[in-house]
């Protein structure tokens, strides 16, 4: 109950946290830039927050005098545009929920200034999707702090595409929608982390020595010049989402996995067919790939799936009793530590699915102090 | 003027030569494996032979007790399928070309058994298409040694579908034709080599630790699973081979260039789409790749392209006034044998393009004896 003196004086804290999600069914590609909009749906599964995570704290106060932020304990642009974007529509959101004559915790604050801080808990130089993470807590936050509930996937999709499906926990798929203005590209839980218990997910945090091509310019130059990406959009991924969707509801695990490594295949087949091509397998990549092919060969049962994304990272898709014997595997094959020609695996973690953002009840997690500036453990 | 007693006793012997062939626009996957009709239309550069070919003798006599073939100078298996094709195929001509009144060198040679010897002066290891200078120059030679003249490529298709490219010189395309019996599936000379005189191509040769997947299973493969593929043959290709075509015929470097890279980059995304999928790029192709594309970014001109194949070797295309640079900024990249991860590049080899198949008129250059069989000095 925020009294109007408290408001006064001391600032509005909330800390929330946020999932880094990999998507079986990858997004590449927008059909409008400015609003995030993407030429196919996607759809992705939840990593538990157990072991990767975002974690924001927003503060409003009368007595702010600017927006500001801090990413990893460093201040940034405030004026990012796809930061504005969100603070924009969440603000926009706020208003319109008031007009709509729905209560908001804190009228006042839609005037205020914010401060913002955030952090992960995983270098955001791995790769992991870190945007996607950091601006579904961004979003979520801001929402509870200007006291608006319901659907912020459509605002967290214009801060970073695949941040729409970090709103929800398990298996989530983005919908591309149809309208100009993206009010129908909205994420939406399929099933949830309960749904599948024994799945698991293991990252390999790898290193590369060149640092790739961003995924920002990278999808828009895919958009202008391959033609496989065009068909792959329009004919391929829409028969795949619909076997995606019946896979993960049926808990059937070797078609989820086939269908999870032949994506991750054809999302880099349009890298290739890009004009510059793209390249974001390296040669270790490639040893996994044909890895996992023979351990399931050898089995005669898709009892593992890989996926890639826009960095060096490797995902493994597999069931709670293939991961010793695997992980094993991928020990005797990559000793951690090791390097193999320039490229590194780091480490190896195992996630089960998890929930969406939540927020942190705790105030001593708090990120911002009441003066609104980091603490200084930050 | 071949006397009847000669005939009983000395054979009828002929050495041809054919060349390699560098294809810009890619074959990839066959509509039917028997007869090799391809799923798209593709074109070549015919490679000087100076310094890479084929050279096959052909003899055959009335005392030959049973067919028999060298290859390299080991005895291989003449019962192989497509060898069997070829000698068939060109048995069926001779018939055809005698009943409708045609006539022929020698009519008694075609109940006579027949020994082929054939060499390559480049290791077949190297994987530059030496089954397409192979099977062109045993048509070849086989069409003289029975004196049938005209259309052969549909024969040498039938032994190695990129042969039929390699039965002209110049510039050749396979058009693929649509007739279920293959008769319209036929290589063409676009233009000649002496058309276009300033083109040169670097072959690159190199080695890779592991060997691929060979052509005929990996297309197989790819037709069966890629929906990229399908889209690639049904409704790129045309396109591009209206347009390179035109690209040959107006000498317009840039254009010949870019539809050569886009369209290397095109089949190699159609081997990742495939599944398991398929890895013919190695990292020192990536490096090649990347150093072409800011070669010619620094001079804002596409100056130098690049088309890789089924195999670990690279092909540069440039014009003759950019060698001297480029080789050197190639040397500077990967000085000569030297081990950079776990491929080589063995060495560089200039050409230009050059004339099909040719006759062997000097009788000491015939790689079987009278007696046919190879000569010692194989």
Redesign the interface.
């Known amino acids: 109950k925020a009294m109007p003196g408290d408001s006064m004086d001391k600032p509005n804290i909330v800390t929330c946290t946020a999932p880094v999600n990999i998507a079986v069914i990858k997004y590449w590609g927008k059909r409008n830039e400015e609003l995030i909009l993407p030429i196919n749906s996607s759809l992705s599964v939840t990593l538990h927050q157990d072991q990767l995570k975002t974690t924001t704290t927003v503060a409003t106060s009368r007595s702010f005098q600017e927006d500001r932020i801090w990413l990893n304990g460093k201040e940034e642009d405030i004026t990012h545009p796809r930061l504005q974007s969100c603070l924009r529509e969440i603000r926009r959101l706020t208003r319109k929920r008031r007009n709509d004559g729905v209560p908001c915790l804190d009228l006042s604050c839609l005037s205020h200034k914010v401060r913002i801080c955030s952090v992960n808990n995983f270098p955001t130089a791995a790769g992991l999707a870190s945007s996607a993470a950091g601006f579904a807590c961004l979003v979520y936050t801001l929402a509870q702090v200007f006291g608006v509930e319901g659907e912020l996937s459509g605002i967290a999709r214009q801060g970073s595409g695949s941040a729409c499906r970090s709103m929800y926990g398990g298996f989530v798929q983005w919908i591309m929608g149809n309208q100009d203005d993206g009010k129908d590209s909205l994420a939406q839980q399929v099933e949830p982390e309960t749904h599948w218990p024994e799945l698991r997910v293991l990252v390999l945090v790898a290193s590369a020595e060149r640092k790739p091509v961003g995924s920002t310019s990278g999808m828009q130059t895919s958009v202008e010049t391959s033609?496989?990406l065009k068909?792959?959009a329009e004919?391929?991924v829409p028969g795949r989402m619909a076997e995606m969707i019946e896979a993960v509801q049926k808990k059937d695990f070797p078609t989820f996995a086939?269908l999870t490594?032949?994506d991750s295949?054809?999302f880099?087949?349009?890298c290739?067919?890009?004009?510059?091509?793209i390249?974001y397998l390296?040669?270790v990549s490639?040893q996994i790939?044909s890895l996992v092919?023979r351990y399931n060969g050898h089995y005669r049962d898709t009892r593992v799936a890989y996926t890639f994304d826009a960095g060096p990272n490797a995902v493994i898709f597999t069931l709670q009793q293939h991961v010793p014997e695997f992980v094993q595997v991928l020990k005797h094959f990559f000793p951690p530590e090791t390097k193999r020609?320039?490229d590194v695996i780091f480490s190896y973690v195992v996630f089960k699915a998890g929930p969406g953002p939540c927020v942190v009840e705790d105030p001593t997690q708090h990120l911002l102090g009441s003066d609104g500036l980091p603490k200084k453990s930050m």
């Open positions: 033609c496989l068909h792959r004919s391929v086939e490594m032949k295949n054809q880099h087949a349009t290739l067919d890009t004009y510059p091509p390249f390296n040669s490639h790939i092919h020609e320039h």
